[in-house]
């Protein structure tokens, strides 16, 4: 019969602490502060803007940064889909190549 959780519990009861001690820790997220200064009116029509979108402003404005910097994030490298096909083409060009050069131009 295979051992099931609880039968391992019973035999080892540090086994689930075990378990979560193996796991590698999330890394930590780093975080920036960052200041800037709005009008008056800036502000309030910010609010104003929130309240209509049941959202808070650094909720909002973190949105908007968050939409606006993703274009900008490295992207990796894209694939090279060459196939086998393609580079047998290219061989081929080589050994064309040198048996053109021998012929000889009748006229």
Known sequence: MPKTIISK???????????KSR???KKKVKFKKVTFKITEGQKKALEIMCKRQKTTPVRY?????THQTARYKASPEPVS???ENQ???FD???EIAPVKKNKKMVS
């Not at 519990?9 to 540090?14: I, K, V």
């Not at 404005?61 to 940064?65: A, D, E, M, P, T």
């Open 92 to 94: 081929l060009e080589k």
């Open 81 to 83: 889909y060459v196939t």
């Open 9 to 19: 519990l019973e035999e080892n009861p540090d086994f689930l602490k075990s378990a």
């Open 61 to 65: 404005l973190k949105s908007v940064i």
């Open 23 to 25: 796991r590698p820790g």
């Open 87 to 89: 580079l047998l083409l």
